[in-house]
């Protein structure tokens, strides 16, 4: 069992940037991992994911602000998040997959506002 951990969650005006960490308590380097929100009165949503292989995938409302990154060595995944709008204001989790197993973490808030 793989247990999440994200930081780096807060309150940053529009424009601005922050970075999200998720910190695993075991070896990802075989997991696909994935940033994933939710915002108010909303479906939880894929923000950005990271297969082991290194490809990538974003939505469309973030692509290009957004970096998804892996540290394997130091069981890490990262979420760069430039530019942010308003509208990225949402509880921001990691989730970890491999074949039939699903972790996720517990969330960190992330809110954009002047």
């Known amino acids: 069992q793989v247990q999440l951990v994200e930081s780096g969650g807060g309150l940053v005006q529009p424009g601005g940037s922050l970075r999200l960490s998720c910190a695993a308590s075991?070896?990802?380097?075989?997991?696909?991992m994935g940033w994933y929100r939710r915002a108010p009165g909303k479906q939880r949503e894929l923000v950005a994911a990271?297969?082991?292989?290194?490809?990538?995938n974003y939505a469309d409302s973030v692509r290009g602000r957004f970096t998804i990154s892996r540290d394997n060595a130091k069981k890490t995944v990262g979420l760069q998040m430039n530019s942010l709008k308003p509208e990225d204001t949402a509880v921001y989790y990691c989730?970890?997959?491999?074949?039939?197993?699903?972790?996720w973490g517990q969330g960190t808030q992330v809110t954009v506002s002047s």
């Open positions: 990271l297969t082991s292989g290194g490809s990538t």
């Open positions: 989730r970890a997959t491999f074949r039939s197993w699903e972790y």
């Open positions: 075991g070896s990802i380097s075989m997991y696909g």
